[in-house]
């Protein structure tokens, strides 16, 4: 087993789009978001709520992804055997 390779696959970024594609949260397999992009039109400012609720949604989504992607990874290589320390 090579954990490098492990990692580096656990790490592999997860993107998720949310609003019709107006906001992307980049999130990787251990749930830190990376980035979020928001376009420039579906910012109201007389609808705050709504922006606030789409990026909660698409920050949610992604995180849940790329933690999904990081298991799935790792039950591949373990043969679905946990393995103590690694925290997935």
Do not use: H, R
Not at 6 to 19: N, R, V, Y
Not at 27 to 52: H, M, R, T, Y
Request: no cysteine; proline share 2%.
């Amino acid at each position: 087993m090579n954990l490098n390779k492990l990692m580096k696959q656990a790490q592999k970024m997860q993107e998720k789009m949310a609003a019709g594609g107006k906001i992307t949260v980049v999130a990787n397999g251990a749930g830190d978001v990376i980035s979020i992009k928001i376009a420039k039109e579906i910012v109201d400012p007389e609808d705050v709520e709504f922006l606030e609720e789409a990026v909660l949604s698409g920050v949610t989504q992604a995180i849940e992804q790329g933690k999904a992607i990081a298991s799935s990874e790792m039950s591949k290589i373990t043969g679905g055997m946990g393995v103590p320390g690694l925290g997935l």
